[in-house]
C-alpha cells in the first residue's frame, strides 16, 4: 500500500457523493411536483472502502498511482426506479445535465453479463469545487430497477463469501433468479399505467385527508368547536368509506367556514 493520505484522498469523492445524491432527489421532487410520476424512486450513494479500492485495483492491474482514472466507481450513485423504461428516461435526464460530463455509458439491460446481472451504468465526470479550486471526480451512477437492485445484491454477498468464485449450482440458480427477476420486471411494465394510476389515486387521497384534518384544526384554532365537531364526525364517516369526492367536497364546506370565521388565506 502506498503512503497517501486515504482520508484526504477520499473527500473530493465524498463530496461528489453526497451532491449528486442532492441534486438527483432534487430531480426526483422536480419531477413529482410536474407530472405526479417521478421515474426515480429513490437515490443512494456511497464512497467505496480503502479495502475494496485496493482490492479493485490489484484485479484490474491499475497502478496505484493512476487510481483516480482507473477505478471510475469510487463514488457511486445508485437510482431505484420501477419500471425498466423509466431507467432509460433517467439515463437520458443525466445525459443533457450540465452540472456534470458523460465519459460513456453502459447498457447491462440489453447486454446483460452471462452472470445475469441488469443494471445501466453511466461513468460522469463530476467537478466538486475545494478550497484549493475545482476538482473533477469520476463518479459512477448505476439505474436499476427494484428487482434487478434486489438480485445484484444477493450476488454481491455471495461474491463475498466466495471470493469471486461462486460454485456452478449457485451461480446457475443465480442465473435463473435473474431471469425471473426480469420477468417480474416485464409483467409490471405490462401493467405500468395501472400501477401509476393506482399510485396517482392513493397520493391524491393522502393530500385531501391532509388537508382536511388541518381545516378542522384551523376551525378549533378559531374557537369554532361545534362546527369542527361536526366536521370531524363527516370526515370519519367519509374516510371510513374511502369516499374521496366527498371529501373534497367536505373541504369546500370548511374553508367557507374559516373565511366566515375571518381566516383569509388556509395552509395545506
Excluded at 453511466?122 to 448505476?142: D, H, R
Excluded at 396517482?200 to 384544526?217: A, C, G, K, P, T
Excluded at 374521496?244 to 374553508?255: A, D, P, R, T, Y
Amino acid at each position: 500500500m502506498d503512503g497517501r493520505d486515504w482520508g484526504k484522498f477520499l473527500l473530493p469523492y465524498e463530496q461528489a457523493a453526497e451532491e449528486l445524491k442532492v441534486k438527483l432527489k432534487a430531480l426526483r421532487a422536480e419531477l413529482k411536483s410536474r407530472d405526479e410520476y417521478a421515474p426515480i424512486e429513490f437515490v443512494t450513494g456511497r464512497v467505496k472502502r480503502v479495502s475494496s479500492i485496493l482490492e479493485k485495483a490489484r484485479r484490474l492491474s491499475v497502478p496505484l498511482d493512476r487510481i483516480e482514472l482507473g477505478i471510475e466507481d469510487i463514488a457511486g450513485i445508485r437510482i431505484m426506479c420501477q419500471f425498466v423504461d423509466d431507467i432509460y428516461r433517467v439515463a437520458d435526464l443525466i445525459r443533457h445535465r450540465k452540472d456534470l460530463t458523460l465519459v460513456y455509458e453502459k447498457d447491462y439491460i440489453t447486454n446483460f453479463k452471462d452472470s445475469g446481472y441488469r443494471s445501466y451504468h453511466l461513468i460522469v465526470e463530476y467537478p466538486v469545487q475545494t478550497s484549493l479550486g475545482s476538482k473533477p471526480v469520476l463518479a459512477e451512477i448505476q439505474i436499476r430497477t427494484l428487482a434487478m437492485n434486489f438480485w445484484a445484491t444477493i450476488e454481491h454477498s455471495l461474491n463475498y463469501k466466495y471470493r469471486d468464485q461462486l460454485p456452478p449450482h449457485v451461480r446457475e440458480r443465480l442465473r435463473k433468479a435473474a431471469e425471473a427477476a426480469f420477468s417480474l420486471d416485464n409483467e409490471m411494465s405490462s401493467i405500468r399505467q395501472e400501477i401509476v394510476d393506482a399510485q396517482q389515486d392513493f397520493e391524491e387521497s393522502s393530500v385531501i385527508v391532509r388537508r382536511v384534518l388541518n381545516e378542522i384544526q384551523e376551525l378549533y384554532f378559531f374557537r369554532r368547536v361545534r362546527e369542527a365537531a361536526q366536521f370531524q364526525l363527516r370526515f370519519n364517516e367519509l374516510w371510513e368509506h374511502d369516499d374521496v369526492w366527498g371529501l373534497k367536497e367536505l373541504s369546500l364546506e370548511i374553508q367557507a367556514a374559516l373565511d366566515r370565521a375571518g381566516k383569509g388565506g388556509l395552509s395545506t
